[in-house]
Structure formats: structure tokens, C-alpha cells
């Protein structure tokens, strides 16, 4: 391979890695402003709120790492099961499973010495939240369900199993709010800045991909899922068990998604509630599109994505902008984004 | 008799549930039936939703709300297909990108506009009872006492079964589902009939949705649709890609919401969070016991190009 070839190939991966999002994000705020407009409201005044509700001080930029936590969590996880081609929408209710389990851990454990309990309290929400997906796996490949469905009825289910959980066995001492009591003190992971809300659990956020990421690229396991997801015939006929990637991938999504939920209750709740999710489990999925399914990329879109939301937090705060434009502008981004690479395809396949 | 009134109300209430369902999973089986799948059906619900409330609090006339929020939905339809049919993008990313717009779309709608207002609620659209047939008892007051969009679901379904099985039009949408290339050779468009199935679908998600907020809660809530666009995909695949098909899974899903409320005001002791899943739990139970009777269109899912 020349230089040549080699760097038309990077300059290629640059465009549709970088550029083609770029863009996506561009003419979703373009977009979003013709909404403002639409609706009456100053777009110089509600973007310059956005912007400077991200990069206004380092207090926010805290804030938005804390809320990237887990959107980068399940982004990475979502990305091994679109890889392996099972459309995993279910990361929302595994969130909550996870969650759950990391209450129970938090809530029983704090006798044990803290080196014992945290990860024993992420790796039960890895479990729980692995479990809770395989179900939808399972029902895939034994009983040919879709996925599709299934994940999301699996999510209206686990929230319910939450609700009763805060108002039945779980709830607190005093039997007032539907909560849990909080957590054990010495499970609350430490903040990493002093005067902002992030916390140890980013840092779990920055390794998780990368490991994801060795797994997919890396690994015989990993070349096996992607084969799946490419072309699950000619993977059948290479000799791999389809059925078994599918179920896996999706385990190793959900289990993504339950450390997620486990890292939320021990890092920022301090204990278990009804709706801890802003819809974590459904960004997510924007956040793993966005990166292009590859779990290092969810890093970046994830934490785009968690600016975005304090952002668009503080711009309520300060110019009365409704916050729920976030989730538009996250579906703009992904309708732009797969628009754009097709029309690039139809392009090269022109040219 | 008090069991026989328990009934009819249990009924009555499972057809009124059903009737958002329909709309839905009716629209949804003729985009499925000409290859398209729209996973996108509870953000266009909620889009429909939220039209047909500010429409309708706006002008102060329920149909003139039901009738924007089914345009409103299709203009969202229009553009999935720009997306998924003139680009050829993924119809599942897309589908989940219109979920996020939708919900994000009709929050913010809603916020911006009626952040202030305090007296929210609109006028709800009237029960009708059809003359005679209200009178046979049980059934009467269960299909015969009910509001007009109620009926048009009850109508839509046998109407829409008809068009797809007897007309040249329905032949056309079920081959282009099953063989676009020799829907092509025929000589018809193969783009143009799957912009018509999907438009068509998105209209009646718009009017799907527009049903909670004008006929059924008489206000818009953030989110109200509640999964209601899922479960129409599962009806969908329920009913066999079959409007009728879909009115009866739509009933089946109507008995669940409606025995789910039931239970609740009931106060039996049953953790009220059980009775609230209990319409997905059916979903996953249903689709279960109907496996591996997979009548799907062969294409579905498959974006179409012309050199392919």
C-alpha cells in the first residue's frame, strides 16, 4: 500500500467520520432555529444561552461530563449489538435493572470494605442489566420474535418492576416518598473535580469503550459479531453460531447499559427512584449512531451529546427555552447524519 | 346483573382503547405491506397528539384538529420517506430518529405554547349513539355508544382490507412489498407507491395519536402516547400484515388497557405497577403464541434502487 492510497483512505475516513457529523450537527441547529423562530423565540439569544450554558464556566462543563457518563456507558454497549446487527432499543429499561441492582448493593453492602462493594455493586448491574437484554436475545433466536418489540415492552416492564420496587420491598425506611433510603456512604463514588458533580464513574466511562473497542477490532469474538452483522448467512456458512453472537452481543449491550445505571445510583442519586432515566437508553442509541457504531467514538458524541443537555438545561434556566428540544435535536442529528452518508454512497456509487 | 353492567363498561372502554391502536396498526400494515417499515409511529402519534390539541383548542373545532394532526404527521411521513426511500438510508435509524424528533418536537410545542395557559382542557368530543343498534343490550351500548372517531376506526379496518385484497391499488402496494423489481417491469413506480403507503401510514398514525389527546384524555400530557406506537408495530405483526387482522389485535391490546384500568380503580390488592405493564407483558405473550406465522412482505426493509 502507497502513502498514497493510505492517506486517501484516512482523508476518506476523516469525511465520514468527522466531517459528515459535523454537518449533521450544523444543519440540525439549523433546523432547531427555524423551530425557535417558528415559535417565537430568539435564536441569537437561545444558541448563545446553549453555548454559554456548555462552555460558560468550568462548573458546566463538569455538569456535562456527569451527564455524558452514561450516554458514553450504554453508546458503547448499543454500538457492539448494531455491529452484530440486533437492534438493541431496549438500553433504557437495562439501564433501570441496573440501576435496581446497584441499589440493592448500595443499600445492603456498606459493612463491606468499599474496595469489595463498588465493583460487586457494578457488576451486578452489569448482570442484571445483561440478563434483562438476553431475554429479548433469547426470544430472538429461539422463538424468532423481533427484537425490535421486544426490547422496548421489556423497557415499559422494567420501569414498572422499578415502581414497585420504591413503593413495595425497596422503599424507604419511612415509607413516605416512593425512594429507596440512600446508599451506604462509603459507596458514593468520589467526585474527580473539586465544586463539580462528575465523579469516578467518567473515568470508568472512558475505559469501558476502549475495552469495547479491543473486543470488537481485537478479538476473534469480536471479528465473529461483526461478521454477524455484516452478513449473517455467509457467517453461517463460515461455521459461526449466528444464534450465540446475537444472544451475546446483546447480553454485552445490556450489561454496558446496567454498569450505567449502577454508576448513576452510586455516583450522582445517591439512591433509587420512579424515573431516574431522562431517556438515557434512547440517546444512547443516538449516541452510538452518531459515532458510527464504533464505541471510541462514543466518547465524543456521548459527551456531545451530555452538553447538549446541560446546555440545554441552563437555556431553559435563562432564556425560558422548553429543554425538550435536545431530543429533536438528536433525532435531526441522526436523520442528518444517515441522509447524508446515503447520499454519499449513491454519490460514489455513481462516480 | 351487576356483572353483566361490569362487563359492558369493561367492553365499552376495551373498543375505546383499541380505536388509537387501529388508526395506528392499519396505517402501519399498508406501509409493511409495501416494504417500508416506520418504527417511527410513537413520535408521529405524539406529533398527532399535540396538533390535534393545539388545533383544536386553537379553533375551538375537534375536526379541524384530528384533520391537522393527520396532515402534520404526514409531512413527517413524507420526509422518513425522503430518508428511507428516495435516499435509501436505514429504516429502523431512521424510524428512531423520529421517535427522538417526536418527543422532543411535541414537548416542546406544547411547553412553548401552553407553559402559561392554566385552563388547558378542551371541550371532548361527544358519544354518539347510533339509533336502534345502541338498543341491543350489551352489544348495543359496547359498538353502537361511542364518539365518531370510534366508528371511523371500526369502519377504517374492513374498508382498508377491502382496498389492499380487491382493488388494482392494493395489488399494486402488496407486490411492490413482495417483488419490487417486477412491480417495476409492470410498469409502475415502485418509489411512488411506497411514498403513497408510507404517507398514507403516517396520516393515520397523526390521527392515532390525535384520538388521546381530542377523544380520549381531552388535553395533551408530555409523552402520552406511552408506547402506544410500539404495540401498533407488534400489531401489525399480530394481525399478519392484515387490516382486519389488525382490528382484532388491536381489540386484544384495547382489553388489556382497558381491564388494566379496571383493575386499578378495583383497588384489588395487586401492586398497581403489575397492571400497568400489564398491556406489554401481552404484547411479548402474544407474539409468542402467534410465532413462526410470519406472513411478512418478502421486501420489507429492503430499500429498492433501480441497478440492484
Given at each position: 500500500m502507497t502513502t498514497a492510497t493510505l492517506s486517501r483512505q484516512t482523508g476518506a475516513a476523516l469525511w465520514r467520520n468527522v466531517a459528515l457529523p459535523i454537518l449533521a450537527i450544523l444543519a440540525a441547529l439549523l433546523v432547531g432555529a427555524l423551530m425557535l423562530t417558528l415559535s417565537g423565540f430568539n435564536v441569537l439569544a437561545a444558541y448563545s444561552a446553549l453555548w454559554s450554558g456548555i462552555f460558560g464556566n468550568a462548573r458546566n462543563l463538569g455538569e456535562a461530563m456527569m451527564r455524558a457518563t452514561p450516554l458514553i456507558l450504554i453508546g458503547a454497549g448499543i454500538a457492539i449489538a448494531f455491529r452484530c446487527g440486533?437492534?438493541?432499543?431496549g438500553a433504557e429499561g437495562q439501564f433501570y435493572m441496573g440501576a435496581a441492582a446497584g441499589a440493592l448493593i448500595g443499600l445492603s453492602a456498606g459493612d463491606l470494605p468499599v474496595w469489595l462493594s463498588i465493583p460487586a455493586a457494578l457488576l451486578f448491574g452489569a448482570l442484571c442489566g445483561g440478563l434483562w437484554a438476553a431475554i429479548a436475545g433469547w426470544l430472538k433466536v429461539r422463538?424468532?420474535?423481533n427484537e425490535v418489540v421486544t426490547t422496548i415492552m421489556l423497557n415499559y416492564i422494567a420501569i414498572g418492576i422499578v415502581g414497585y420496587l420504591v413503593t413495595g420491598?425497596?422503599?424507604?425506611?419511612?415509607?413516605?416518598?416512593?425512594q429507596t433510603d440512600e446508599?451506604?456512604?462509603?459507596?458514593v463514588l468520589p467526585r474527580l473535580?473539586?465544586?463539580?458533580?462528575?465523579?469516578?464513574g467518567f473515568l470508568l466511562a472512558l475505559i469501558l469503550p476502549v475495552l469495547a473497542a479491543i473486543l470488537l477490532f481485537r478479538t476473534p469474538l469480536g471479528f465473529a459479531l461483526r461478521a454477524v452483522g455484516y452478513n449473517p448467512e455467509a457467517a453461517l456458512h463460515a461455521g459461526i453460531n449466528v444464534n450465540r453472537q446475537y444472544v451475546l452481543a446483546i447480553s454485552l449491550s445490556g450489561a454496558a447499559a446496567g454498569i450505567a445505571g449502577a454508576v448513576e445510583v452510586l455516583g450522582v442519586i445517591g439512591r433509587l427512584y420512579e424515573?431516574?432515566?431522562?431517556g438515557y437508553g434512547f440517546t444512547g442509541i443516538a449516541v452510538s449512531l452518531l459515532a458510527a457504531n464504533h464505541p471510541v467514538g462514543t466518547i465524543f458524541s456521548g459527551l456531545l451529546f451530555g452538553a447538549l443537555t446541560t446546555g440545554a438545561e441552563l437555556m431553559q434556566l435563562?432564556?425560558?427555552?422548553?429543554?425538550?428540544?435536545t431530543f429533536s435535536l438528536q433525532g435531526l442529528i441522526i436523520a442528518f447524519l444517515v441522509s447524508f452518508r446515503a447520499m454519499q454512497g449513491r454519490v460514489w456509487r455513481r462516480g | 346483573m351487576e356483572w353483566i353492567v361490569g362487563l359492558q363498561a369493561l367492553l365499552q372502554a376495551t373498543v375505546r382503547m383499541a380505536a388509537p391502536l387501529t388508526f395506528t396498526a392499519v396505517g402501519e400494515t399498508y406501509g409493511e405491506r409495501a416494504g417500508v417499515i416506520n418504527i417511527g409511529l410513537e413520535g408521529l402519534m405524539l406529533i398527532g397528539a399535540v396538533t390535534a390539541y393545539a388545533v383544536a383548542f386553537a379553533s375551538g373545532s375537534i375536526w379541524l384538529g384530528v384533520l391537522a394532526a393527520g396532515l402534520a404527521a404526514m409531512v413527517f411521513g413524507v420526509l422518513f420517506g425522503v430518508v428511507t426511500?428516495?435516499?435509501?438510508?436505514?429504516q429502523i435509524v431512521t424510524g428512531a430518529a423520529l421517535n427522538l424528533v417526536g418527543l422532543g418536537l411535541s414537548s416542546f410545542i406544547y411547553r412553548a405554547f401552553?407553559?402559561?395557559?392554566?385552563?388547558?382542557a378542551i371541550q371532548p368530543l361527544e358519544t354518539v349513539k347510533t339509533p336502534l343498534l345502541s338498543?341491543?343490550?350489551?352489544l348495543g351500548p359496547v359498538?353502537?355508544?361511542?364518539n365518531l372517531l370510534v366508528y371511523a376506526a371500526l369502519l377504517l379496518a374492513p374498508l382498508a382490507a377491502w382496498v389492499l385484497n380487491r382493488t388494482m391499488l392494493g395489488l399494486a402496494i402488496r407486490s411492490v412489498g413482495e417483488h419490487p423489481k417486477a412491480t417495476a417491469t409492470a410498469g409502475l413506480s415502485v418509489i411512488g407507491l411506497r411514498y403513497g403507503a408510507v404517507a398514507f401510514g403516517a396520516l393515520l398514525a397523526g390521527v392515532g395519536g390525535a384520538y388521546l389527546s381530542?377523544?380520549?384524555?381531552n388535553q395533551f400530557v408530555e409523552?402520552?402516547?406511552?408506547g402506544r406506537g410500539f404495540i401498533a408495530l407488534a400489531i401489525v405483526v399480530f394481525g399478519r400484515w392484515s387490516p382486519l387482522g389488525a382490528l382484532w389485535a388491536s381489540l386484544l391490546f384495547g382489553f388489556t388497557f382497558a381491564l388494566q384500568l379496571r383493575l386499578q380503580a378495583a383497588n384489588?390488592?395487586?401492586?398497581y405497577q403489575f397492571l400497568q405493564i400489564l398491556p406489554y407483558v401481552a404484547t411479548i405473550v402474544a407474539m409468542i403464541l402467534l410465532r413462526g406465522q410470519s406472513a411478512q412482505p418478502?421486501?420489507?426493509g429492503v430499500p429498492y434502487t433501480e441497478r440492484a
Amino acid at each position: 500500500m502507497t502513502t498514497a492510497t493510505l492517506s486517501r483512505q484516512t482523508g476518506a475516513a476523516l469525511w465520514r467520520n468527522v466531517a459528515l457529523p459535523i454537518l449533521a450537527i450544523l444543519a440540525a441547529l439549523l433546523v432547531g432555529a427555524l423551530m425557535l423562530t417558528l415559535s417565537g423565540f430568539n435564536v441569537l439569544a437561545a444558541y448563545s444561552a446553549l453555548w454559554s450554558g456548555i462552555f460558560g464556566n468550568a462548573r458546566n462543563l463538569g455538569e456535562a461530563m456527569m451527564r455524558a457518563t452514561p450516554l458514553i456507558l450504554i453508546g458503547a454497549g448499543i454500538a457492539i449489538a448494531f455491529r452484530c446487527g440486533i437492534w438493541n432499543i431496549g438500553a433504557e429499561g437495562q439501564f433501570y435493572m441496573g440501576a435496581a441492582a446497584g441499589a440493592l448493593i448500595g443499600l445492603s453492602a456498606g459493612d463491606l470494605p468499599v474496595w469489595l462493594s463498588i465493583p460487586a455493586a457494578l457488576l451486578f448491574g452489569a448482570l442484571c442489566g445483561g440478563l434483562w437484554a438476553a431475554i429479548a436475545g433469547w426470544l430472538k433466536v429461539r422463538l424468532g420474535l423481533n427484537e425490535v418489540v421486544t426490547t422496548i415492552m421489556l423497557n415499559y416492564i422494567a420501569i414498572g418492576i422499578v415502581g414497585y420496587l420504591v413503593t413495595g420491598p425497596m422503599q424507604e425506611a419511612s415509607r413516605y416518598n416512593p425512594q429507596t433510603d440512600e446508599i451506604a456512604a462509603g459507596m458514593v463514588l468520589p467526585r474527580l473535580l473539586p465544586g463539580m458533580r462528575v465523579h469516578a464513574g467518567f473515568l470508568l466511562a472512558l475505559i469501558l469503550p476502549v475495552l469495547a473497542a479491543i473486543l470488537l477490532f481485537r478479538t476473534p469474538l469480536g471479528f465473529a459479531l461483526r461478521a454477524v452483522g455484516y452478513n449473517p448467512e455467509a457467517a453461517l456458512h463460515a461455521g459461526i453460531n449466528v444464534n450465540r453472537q446475537y444472544v451475546l452481543a446483546i447480553s454485552l449491550s445490556g450489561a454496558a447499559a446496567g454498569i450505567a445505571g449502577a454508576v448513576e445510583v452510586l455516583g450522582v442519586i445517591g439512591r433509587l427512584y420512579e424515573n431516574i432515566s431522562p431517556g438515557y437508553g434512547f440517546t444512547g442509541i443516538a449516541v452510538s449512531l452518531l459515532a458510527a457504531n464504533h464505541p471510541v467514538g462514543t466518547i465524543f458524541s456521548g459527551l456531545l451529546f451530555g452538553a447538549l443537555t446541560t446546555g440545554a438545561e441552563l437555556m431553559q434556566l435563562t432564556a425560558k427555552i422548553p429543554s425538550a428540544m435536545t431530543f429533536s435535536l438528536q433525532g435531526l442529528i441522526i436523520a442528518f447524519l444517515v441522509s447524508f452518508r446515503a447520499m454519499q454512497g449513491r454519490v460514489w456509487r455513481r462516480g | 346483573m351487576e356483572w353483566i353492567v361490569g362487563l359492558q363498561a369493561l367492553l365499552q372502554a376495551t373498543v375505546r382503547m383499541a380505536a388509537p391502536l387501529t388508526f395506528t396498526a392499519v396505517g402501519e400494515t399498508y406501509g409493511e405491506r409495501a416494504g417500508v417499515i416506520n418504527i417511527g409511529l410513537e413520535g408521529l402519534m405524539l406529533i398527532g397528539a399535540v396538533t390535534a390539541y393545539a388545533v383544536a383548542f386553537a379553533s375551538g373545532s375537534i375536526w379541524l384538529g384530528v384533520l391537522a394532526a393527520g396532515l402534520a404527521a404526514m409531512v413527517f411521513g413524507v420526509l422518513f420517506g425522503v430518508v428511507t426511500i428516495t435516499l435509501g438510508a436505514n429504516q429502523i435509524v431512521t424510524g428512531a430518529a423520529l421517535n427522538l424528533v417526536g418527543l422532543g418536537l411535541s414537548s416542546f410545542i406544547y411547553r412553548a405554547f401552553f407553559g402559561t395557559v392554566t385552563d388547558r382542557a378542551i371541550q371532548p368530543l361527544e358519544t354518539v349513539k347510533t339509533p336502534l343498534l345502541s338498543q341491543i343490550p350489551v352489544l348495543g351500548p359496547v359498538l353502537f355508544e361511542q364518539n365518531l372517531l370510534v366508528y371511523a376506526a371500526l369502519l377504517l379496518a374492513p374498508l382498508a382490507a377491502w382496498v389492499l385484497n380487491r382493488t388494482m391499488l392494493g395489488l399494486a402496494i402488496r407486490s411492490v412489498g413482495e417483488h419490487p423489481k417486477a412491480t417495476a417491469t409492470a410498469g409502475l413506480s415502485v418509489i411512488g407507491l411506497r411514498y403513497g403507503a408510507v404517507a398514507f401510514g403516517a396520516l393515520l398514525a397523526g390521527v392515532g395519536g390525535a384520538y388521546l389527546s381530542v377523544a380520549y384524555a381531552n388535553q395533551f400530557v408530555e409523552n402520552m402516547v406511552a408506547g402506544r406506537g410500539f404495540i401498533a408495530l407488534a400489531i401489525v405483526v399480530f394481525g399478519r400484515w392484515s387490516p382486519l387482522g389488525a382490528l382484532w389485535a388491536s381489540l386484544l391490546f384495547g382489553f388489556t388497557f382497558a381491564l388494566q384500568l379496571r383493575l386499578q380503580a378495583a383497588n384489588i390488592q395487586i401492586a398497581y405497577q403489575f397492571l400497568q405493564i400489564l398491556p406489554y407483558v401481552a404484547t411479548i405473550v402474544a407474539m409468542i403464541l402467534l410465532r413462526g406465522q410470519s406472513a411478512q412482505p418478502k421486501a420489507l426493509g429492503v430499500p429498492y434502487t433501480e441497478r440492484a
